[in-house]
Structure formats: C-alpha cells, structure tokens
C-alpha cells in the first residue's frame, strides 16, 4: 500500500474566543490572524480533505466519525454562551468516513460512523472548521475523542486515519484541536487581562512550543503522559493529541514547524502551530516504549487476581 | 408569605437508555424496552411526585458542565431536540422545557452572596443538556411543572473531590435559602450514575439484557455500600466518604449533585426511598428519594 499523503498539520485552541471576540483582546486577535494563515495555506495546498482530531469531541464508545454528509445547527458553548451563538453547516467526506470506519475496525477499534440531524458538533470542532474552511472549500472528517482511550489506543487510532488516506488515495490536512496547558480562570475576567493562568503553564508552554518549532513531533508524543501531569487539568486519562498527531502523520521528528501565535484564551495557553514534514531529522531522544501496531482491548487487569 | 421548603429530594440517574427504552413520543429511535428495574422505580417515583404539591423541579446536571463558576438556565422556555453525544443512536429527542427564571435568578443571587461564582444562561439557542431532559422526563413525563437547571462547576477536575464536596455543599446550602424566601414548594433532583465505568462497545441491540452487567464487582460492592447508608439514613457519613468512594469507581458523583441535594435537605437522618438499582453499559445506577415528610415516607424496596 502507498504511504499516506499528510500536506501538513495544524495545532489550534477550541476556545471561541478567535471566532466569536476576536477584538476583546489583542491576543485573541493574533490567534485569529494564526487561523487565518492556516486558511490561506489550506486553500494554497490541493488537499482533498481536513481531519479534525478534537479534544473537546468526548466519546465512550469507541471511536466515533462524523458522517452526516451537511451537518448543521446553531451551536452554543457551556461556558462562553454570552459570546454569543456558532451557527454552522459544514461538508463532510462521507466516503472517507466509512473508509476509516473499516480501517480502524480492521486495527482493533471499535469505530462507528454517526449521522444524525442535530447532533452536537462541539466548540472546537466549529470554532477550527469555521474559521479554517469557512467556504466548505473541501470537505472534512472529524473523529472524536474516546475519553477511555490512552496511548496506545490513540496511536493505533491515527495509524489507521493512514491507512484509510492510503486506500482512498487522498491528501490530507490534519488539524488537532487542543488548548496546550488548559487551566482556565475558575472567575470571570475582563478579556483585556487575560493571561496565562500561571508561570508555570506558561514555561511548559514554551517548552512544548520550542519542540513544535524544531519540529519534534514524535519527541513531544514522547513527552505526551510528562505533559499530561504536568499542565493539564486531569479530566481524562492522559494528554492524547500528540499521540494522535504523531500517528496520524508520521512518528518522526522531520517535520518543519512554525508556531503562529502563543496566547492566553481565558487563561489557558491557546496555540496555531503548523507542522510539515520535511527531511532531516532533528531531537536528541530515543524511548524504549513499544510502538503499537494492532488494538487488543482492555487487558482485564482489574478482574485477574479478584477472588 | 409562607416560607418556602424542598418537599422531596430525588436520585434520577440518566442514562439515555431509560427513556429510549420508555418510547416516548419525543424521542426519535424506537426500542424494544430493556433496562426495567430502573424503569418500573422511576415509574413508581413518577407516581408519588404526582401525590404531592409542588411548583417546580430544580436539577443539578453533570452533562452542562462549567469551569467558570455555576451557571442557571435564565430563559421562560426552551424548545428544541436534545441529541446525546455519546449515544446518538438512541437518543434525539423533541423537548419544550419551561423554566421558572424567578426562582432561577434567587438561587444565583443567593449562591453570588455566599461567595460562588455565578452566571445567568441567557442565550436562547442554547440547547439543554440530556441529563437534564433523561431525569426530568422520567419523574415527570407530562412536563407540567417548570423547572431550574443548574451547571455541574468543575472542581472535582481542577481541584479535588475534596473541594468539590465543599463547594456543592456550599451551594446547597444558597439554593435552600433561596427555596426558603421564594415560598415556593421544590423538589430537588440529583441526576447521575453512582459507579461510572461504561462498557466502550455496545451491543447491535443496545436493549440486549443479556449483555448487561455491572462494570466489575468492586463497582457493585461501594455502590450497595452507598444504598446501605442510604437505607440507615447516615447522609452525612455517606457524603464524608463519597471523595473516596468517587475516586474508587469514578463515580458520576464528582459533578457534586448529591452533595448539593443533601447538604440542601440538610443531611437527612431518616431512611431514603429505594426505587430500584441496576447496571446501564456497566455504570451504576439507583433512583432513591428523600421526603422530609415523615407521614408520606416509605420503605418502597
Ligand atoms: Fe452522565
């Protein structure tokens, strides 16, 4: 089989901010420039479709695709509803999602496709589509994220996002939608003072971002459950969009990066960041953890042992 | 005016799966049933909230989920139809909600006063969360009463289940000043799961009962444990343990809602109801009620 064609990446927030305030704070206006970038550069590439990885999508069982071939609605945030309301209608590539279906399946997962008038698109989901292919210029596939799912689930997840591009023969632009240290402000604030919520995020922000920049994305993979305890609120079981990144586009570290914008979206470290590959590799580290070709489920290490 | 008072307080679980499996009109897919034990106690409960007078239902959900302080549905009506976004195969469903915004507005200004981070939901295309529509529908599926949805604020996340217990017991205590001034008669809603690991397959047949059981057997035990203290009426020693025992079987409890409700009814000391107990995709789930009223309380099961 021909290798997957992935033009490049794409790290950015779900918060709504960028699409729904954009002039409230300097910040949020840069991160909004970022992804207005990133859609020119989509619309520059010939990409055949945007996979959109969000972490704002939560799924228990297995991994769920969307496939409604218009989905659409008027979405509102949980928390952010008085910035006001998303309406959306977003063109998806139903063909690809069925083709991804039977790939994940075929690695392990339990896959479905989901096509439902109405169904909850979230925040990050249409915050990236809106403000990265406003027009639908090319259709799109947004996978969910399976809130039981850890490392090795995840990468076999974004293998299999390969192996369907492979099939399908598509060039892809994948687009992981994710806060990087996502402690917000517990209060309402005044936009104009938004900041990081501590320096400590904020270290570990530049930290991840100076990788981004050299294009280690199998290196920050590798850092994903270091990452996870240390800037990340703990509401799932571990920091997975570096996972999925890496899987999705190759688990290597010859990517050219560029980080577009670093802001605080009401406290927590809002990041447009692309990734394309490229040749010559850089990092300094090698790990001894497996690399994981095939999902074999729970191992049932919690009834072995029971009386 | 006379004081108001919470006349019942209720654990309603809301697996999407209860109300699938009831057909209701509203809901798109159609069933074969499934899931009866939990049913036939809901029914059951329906019926006695029908036997009491009250003006409306206040619920704290863990599926509106806010990490900037509380928030309170604070629009008349809502009409639109709810899809899970877990489980949208089973779930879409039609609602037409009213909202009692007085009462809402109170509780909000009662809870800013005891130092909570609050906010009104005044948006009107804002789409009302399944848990809130899964519990309401099943203890009252006329819909005739208004209600109050009240956010789940995140603590147990960015802090503790510790901190969680503090802070939804804090609010508690502002909704019930709140109930008491506005003189109306409330009933409180709790709506969750206790144990809460789900299977992550489903069954072609999700109503398959064959397939249904508990996630593992030490879900099981800290959830009977829990039923036996709400038998014993020792509310008070079950909310101290209840950061353990959400930790344990990452109980849906760690969106606060039971501390919220009992520290509200202020920790009863007397049995709760028991409606009924059973697994939905290997989460725990009971429906129970409290009644303050020592005349019309029961020992259902
Ligand atoms: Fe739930």
Redesign the interface.
């Known amino acids: 089989m021909e290798d997957a064609e992935v033009l490049f990446g794409i790290y950015c927030p779900p918060h709504p901010q960028p699409l729904l305030s954009p002039d409230a704070n300097h910040g949020y206006s840069k991160l909004r420039a970022a992804f207005e970038t990133c859609r020119e550069r989509i619309e520059q590439s010939d990409a055949d479709l945007l996979i959109v990885y969000s972490t704002t999508?939560?799924?228990?069982?297995?991994h769920q695709i969307q496939a409604h071939p218009e989905p659409e609605w008027?979405?509102?945030d949980?928390?952010f509803?008085?910035l006001?309301?998303m309406p959306y209608k977003f063109k998806m590539d139903v063909d690809f999602a069925e083709c991804l279906v039977d790939s994940a399946k075929s690695r392990g997962l339990?896959s479905r496709t989901?096509a439902?008038?109405?169904?909850?698109i979230?925040t990050g989901s249409v915050v990236a589509l809106k403000l990265l292919n406003p027009d639908n210029r090319i259709p799109a596939c947004i996978v969910s994220s399976?809130m039981?799912a850890n490392r090795s689930e995840t990468i076999v997840l974004g293998k299999s996002i390969r192996d369907a591009l492979s099939k399908q023969k598509k060039k892809a632009v994948v687009v992981v939608v994710s806060s990087l240290s996502n402690?917000?402000?517990?209060?309402?604030i005044d936009p104009t003072e938004d900041r990081i919520h501590s320096p400590k995020d904020d270290e570990w922000n530049r930290k991840i971002l100076e990788f981004f920049a050299d294009g280690r994305l199998e290196d920050l993979s590798q850092l994903s459950r270091e990452i996870h305890g240390q800037i990340r609120?703990?509401?799932v079981v571990a920091y997975k969009p570096a996972w999925w990144m890496a899987a999705t586009m190759g688990q290597h570290n010859n990517y050219d990066g560029e980080v577009l914008a670093y802001e605080a979206l009401?406290g927590s470290g809002g990041a447009v960041v692309t990734l394309t590959p490229s040749t010559g590799s850089v990092g300094d580290k090698e790990f001894d953890e497996d690399d994981v070709e095939y999902y074999h489920g729970d191992r049932d290490v919690?009834?072995k042992g029971?009386l | 005016m006379p004081k108001g008072e919470i006349v019942l307080g209720c654990l309603a679980p809301h697996p999407p799966h209860v109300v699938y499996a009831e057909n209701p009109e509203q809901n798109e897919p159609v069933s074969e049933g499934g899931w009866e034990t939990l049913r036939w106690g809901y029914n059951r409960l329906a019926r006695k909230l029908k036997s009491i007078d009250y003006d409306a239902l206040v619920i704290f959900t863990p599926h509106w989920q806010t990490y900037i302080g509380t928030h309170f549905l604070g629009l008349p009506e809502f009409k639109s139809k709810s899809v899970d976004p877990v489980f949208p195969n089973i779930f879409r469903y039609n609602y037409d909600i009213k909202v009692d915004v007085d009462l809402a507005e109170k509780m909000r200004e009662k809870a800013s006063e005891h130092g909570i981070i609050t906010k009104m939901m005044r948006n009107q295309d804002f789409r009302v969360d399944y848990g809130t529509i899964t519990s309401c529908h099943m203890l009252n599926p006329d819909w005739d009463k208004p209600i109050v949805t009240i956010s789940s604020n995140r603590n147990a996340h960015y802090y503790s289940a510790e901190v969680m217990n503090e802070q939804a017991a804090a609010l508690g205590r502002a909704c019930a000043e709140a109930i008491e001034e506005s003189g109306k008669k409330v009933v409180m809603i709790s709506s969750h799961s206790l144990s809460h690991r789900h299977f992550v397959t489903e069954s072609p047949l999700p109503e398959d009962m064959s397939k249904e059981h508990i996630y593992n057997h030490s879900q099981y035990v800290w959830d009977m444990k829990l039923v036996d203290l709400m038998r014993e009426g020792k509310m008070r020693e079950l909310i101290d343990i209840l950061p353990e025992f959400t930790e344990q079987t990452i109980a849906e409890t760690e969106a606060g809602g039971l501390t919220w409700m009992m520290a509200a009814m202020g920790f009863p000391d007397y049995s709760a109801e028991i409606y009924g107990y059973q697994s939905v995709i290997g989460t725990g789930n009971l429906v129970a009620a409290w009644d303050p009223n020592s005349v019309t309380r029961e020992i259902v099961l």
Do not use: A, C
């Open positions: 999508w939560p799924s228990i069982i297995g008027v979405h509102v949980d928390d509803h008085y006001g309301s339990h989901i439902y008038d109405g169904f909850p979230d399976n039981y402690r917000m402000f517990t209060e309402h609120v703990q509401k009401h919690l009834t029971m």
